[in-house]
């Protein structure tokens, strides 16, 4: 890895399920990867979408902290749904935690990692 980037690693978050870091610090950004709705053991998050979204959400905000970050220094997120029928319940909860309304894309796709409904991925200023 370039010595002007950093991995971050936070064990309050679920770990990375594949070869990737939870997030890399570069630029003076912070990339965090998808976070699935898992906890820090790697456990999937059962319940409703808004639980699934509360569990991602939380993921981000580990792992910005533990980057010298944070959910209000982010600037662009990705939101990727397994169903836009979840679209409203989903943002029900994304809008506690992104009151500053940074940029973002939500896309529905086909199928997600260990089959879960939603990932959110974020770009942070450090």
């Given at each position: 890895m370039s010595s002007d980037?950093?991995?971050v690693f936070t064990?309050?978050?679920?770990?990375?399920?594949?070869?990737?870091?939870?997030?890399?610090?570069?630029?003076g950004q912070v990339w965090v990867a998808g976070q699935i709705p898992a906890d820090s053991n790697g456990k999937l998050v059962e319940g409703s979408i808004a639980d699934k979204t509360k569990q991602c959400c939380e993921n981000l905000k580990a792992?910005?902290?533990e980057a010298g970050s944070g959910i209000g220094k982010v600037v662009k997120a990705?939101?990727?749904l397994s169903d836009m029928k979840h679209f409203a319940e989903?943002?029900?909860?994304?809008?506690?935690?992104?009151?500053?309304?940074?940029?973002?894309?939500?896309v529905a796709?086909?199928?997600?990692p260990k089959g879960v409904d939603v990932e959110i991925e974020a770009i942070a200023l450090q």
């Open positions: 980037m950093t991995q064990k309050n978050a679920c770990p990375p399920a594949g070869p990737y870091s939870q997030a890399i610090k570069a630029a792992i910005l902290d990705g939101v990727f989903m943002n029900s909860v994304y809008e506690q935690y992104f009151t500053h309304k940074p940029a973002r894309t939500c796709v086909r199928e997600l």
